[in-house]
């Protein structure tokens, strides 16, 4: 059964090969049926594998399928191999049926769009380097998975490339987090210099033999795979692209939020975890940039009113907490809430695009309203993700992934009260940012009408959505149990003042402070948020979250205001002056020596003679 | 030593005859005469260098000398007719459209 792992990444890539090179010439059903069944075929497969791996796991709890060896040039041979252990396991299963149901929703999603099948051959591309990426074996193929989505990820955020804004959208997702690739690829030169080998179960065995706890070369290689996620999963200080990657179309930004792409951070830090584990300084720094960026990011939510900046920078939030979670030892609980997230990000996303669709094409939360009875479909679907965002204790699957790192980052040796007190605000945030979505478009009057209503193919992906994202969180506690095999458990030792059950109270009591606040300025009285709005303090701090804390501006005149001057100014391009000035002299001499050539034979009769005489007179008296 | 020295004497002067006849004369068939009278020279210096030193040398090498003269004559005056039928004139800087 094994056998067939490496189906899972090569179907979804013949169908991207299919799409790209006959997808214009095929009728529309045929390009949907090969996008959505590459992926469906995907999907079964690694369930499959997943219930063979359950019913015997193989030997040592890992299995490694060798295709072939892709460079060979002294010792450094990286092999096209693929690793299944418990980890890419969940990783994989989560992913590939995540992305099934969003492929199957944007069959009938995308349906009037012209580029239809380069839609769906980017998207297919988009499956297949992610899952290359959760399979690899060692860091090169990770990071050639890595670069596949970076790239599939610029091509679907620049897909309505006639409008310039998102072709702008487009280059700044691809700039920003290339920032953080090279970091990732210095990392890897390091690790590969040091250690010899770029196999990740290696490398992590040697690293332990090589290097000790708290060694430098732990801590710039963690330091530098730091960077590289910190970009993927647009945490800070590079969260700007993510929120401008709405540009998409909606089923690309379900994608690129629940399952592909921005989770790569998470998984790649998981992965590597024996190296974080050995620089306890880059492991604080990932809890702490866990900390502020899912604080940041839900101040920045409570202030957007695109209703998909609003869930783009809950993404932030919650790829905030998988990090606060990987910072604090909580390895498992980070890949929970990675697949609760997968699930309730995806629903939310995909309900949102039936709400945009419906309206005509209307993102703005103020337009909307009164779509409960309008929308029944959206209101149910939006309000079990947004529930299971908020974290509605008992009954969502997002309070038991949430509550579990909250509980961690208390509890573990590295964690604290501040960690744990940023997480419980954050909960707050959440609940707040959540709700006041909620009942703008849920609740209220009427403000657009409805024009459009979803068909099947849109319908049961967000059914299917609905109900994991509400029982997902039941399969924690045998999903934390299997992922024992290939992480360690989180270590417990803080027996402080709060007991597990303290803090999953607090965390409830957090979301029903939100979920209040919500109520009270934007359903009982929406003039309340109105006034608080518009107070001076109120204004100025909307501003500044609106403008996601001034990141943007501060980047705009940190490097790319002056790249454009040094582009204007080296408009005439000083760096050739050299060479410019070679072909000028040369040009020069050329019409000075052109005068001779003037036809007169005389001339060239006596510059032959003159010539001689010198050359002669030269010979003989030196 | 007289006759070397006087013979190269002539020899030198007639090529610097020749010479300023090439560089003065604008009819091609005086440039072309001048440029016999500049191959004679060297003619001359090489058998009064033979004679001076009783080698044949110098005269086999004037044997050659007179045979390319000979055909540089005639390639000589193949372009003269060519140039008179083209410009209707002998003189050789009206022949100077090829300027670079």
Not at chain 1, 15 to 34: D, F, I, N, Q
Not at chain 1, 230 to 254: E, F, H, I, R, Y
Not at chain 1, 306 to 330: H, P
Not at chain 1, 407 to 426: E, K, Q, Y
Request: contains cysteine.
């Amino acid at each position: 059964m094994f056998d067939l792992l490496w189906l899972v990444p090569a179907i979804p890539f013949a169908g991207a090969l299919l799409l790209a090179t006959l997808g214009s010439r095929m009728p529309r059903k045929a390009v949907a049926a090969v996008g959505v069944c590459t992926i469906a075929a995907s999907a079964i497969v690694s369930i499959l594998i997943a219930v063979a791996f359950l019913a015997a796991p193989p030997p040592g709890g890992a299995y490694t399928q060798v295709l072939w060896t892709w460079i060979d040039v002294g010792s450094f041979n990286p092999r096209i191999a693929f690793y299944l252990d418990a980890l890419s396991l969940v990783m994989m299963v989560v992913v590939t049926f995540v992305s099934f149901l969003i492929h199957l929703y944007s069959a009938e999603f995308m349906e009037g769009d012209e580029g239809y099948s380069r839609f769906f051959a980017y998207m297919n591309l988009f499956v297949a380097s992610m899952v290359t990426l959760l399979l690899a074996d060692n860091l090169l193929l990770l990071y050639l998975g890595w670069e596949g989505v970076g790239l599939c990820s610029y091509l679907l955020i620049g897909f309505w490339y006639q409008d310039p804004v998102n072709g702008r959208a487009a280059r700044k997702a691809f700039i920003v987090t290339r920032a953080g690739d090279t970091a990732m690829a210095i990392g890897l030169f390091l690790i590969y210099h040091s250690l010899g080998t770029l196999g990740i179960q290696d490398l992590m065995q040697r690293a332990i033999a090589q290097w000790g706890v708290g060694s430098s070369y732990a801590i710039a290689a963690a330091a530098l795979l730091l960077g590289g996620a910190v970009g993927k999963s647009a945490q800070l200080p590079l969260q700007t692209w993510l929120p401008d990657a709405m540009a998409g179309p909606t089923p690309t930004s379900a994608l690129i939020h629940a399952a592909t792409m921005v989770t790569a951070g998470v998984y790649l830090i998981a992965r590597t975890h024996v190296l974080f584990e050995l620089a306890p300084p880059v492991q604080l720094a990932v809890a702490i940039v866990g900390a502020a960026t899912l604080l940041l990011a839900g101040c920045s939510a409570l202030t957007q009113w695109d209703i998909k900046r609003v869930l783009a920078y809950s993404t932030i939030s919650q790829i905030g907490y998988m990090f606060l979670a990987l910072g604090v030892g909580a390895w498992s609980a980070a890949i929970f809430h990675f697949m609760t997230h997968a699930f309730f990000k995806a629903l939310l996303f995909l309900s949102a695009g039936i709400i945009i669709e419906a309206l005509h094409h209307e993102h703005n939360i103020f337009h909307m309203g009164g779509l409960r009875r309008q929308l029944p479909v959206a209101f149910w679907t939006f309000l079990a993700g947004g529930c299971a965002l908020a974290g509605l204790p008992l009954i969502t699957a997002g309070y038991y992934s949430k509550d579990l790192i909250l509980w961690h980052a208390w509890n573990s040796p590295a964690g604290s009260v501040v960690l744990w007190a940023a997480g419980v605000v954050g909960v707050v945030l959440t609940s707040l940012y959540t709700f006041r979505v909620i009942f703008l478009v849920f609740f209220g009057d009427v403000r657009t009408p409805v024009s459009k209503r979803p068909g099947l193919p849109i319908r049961i992906p967000v059914w299917i959505l609905a109900i994991l994202s509400i029982i997902g969180g039941y399969a924690g506690p045998p999903l934390l149990t299997f992922l024992k095999t290939a992480l360690p458990a989180a270590l417990e030792s803080r027996a402080g003042a709060l007991t597990e059950t303290g803090s999953s109270a607090v965390t409830a009591l957090a979301f029903l402070t939100g979920f209040g606040l919500a109520w009270l300025f934007f359903l009982s009285k929406p003039a309340r948020a109105t006034a608080v709005a518009a107070n001076p303090v109120g204004s100025v701090l909307h501003r500044f979250w609106f403008a996601d804390w001034g990141f943007d501006w501060l980047y705009d005149h940190l490097f790319v205001q002056p790249v454009l001057w040094i582009a204007r100014v080296n408009r005439g391009d000083f760096v050739d002056a050299f060479y410019t000035g070679l072909s000028r002299l040369i040009e020069w001499t050329w019409r000075i020596l052109r005068l001779t050539e003037n036809g007169q034979l005389r001339w060239y009769a006596a510059g032959i003679a003159v010539g001689s005489v010198v050359f002669v007179a030269i010979v003989s008296f030196l | 030593m007289e006759l070397i020295r006087y013979g190269f004497l002539l020899a030198g002067i007639l090529f610097a005859l020749g010479l300023l006849g090439v560089l003065v004369r604008r009819n091609i068939v005086f440039t072309l005469m001048s440029l016999e009278v500049m191959l004679n020279a060297a003619g001359l210096a090489f058998i009064v260098a033979g004679a001076r030193w009783g080698q044949a040398d110098g005269q086999v090498v004037f044997l050659f000398i007179l045979a390319m003269a000979a055909a540089e004559v005639s390639v000589g005056l193949a372009l003269l007719v060519r140039l008179y039928h083209e410009y209707k004139s002998l003189d050789t800087d009206g022949a100077s459209r090829m300027k670079g």
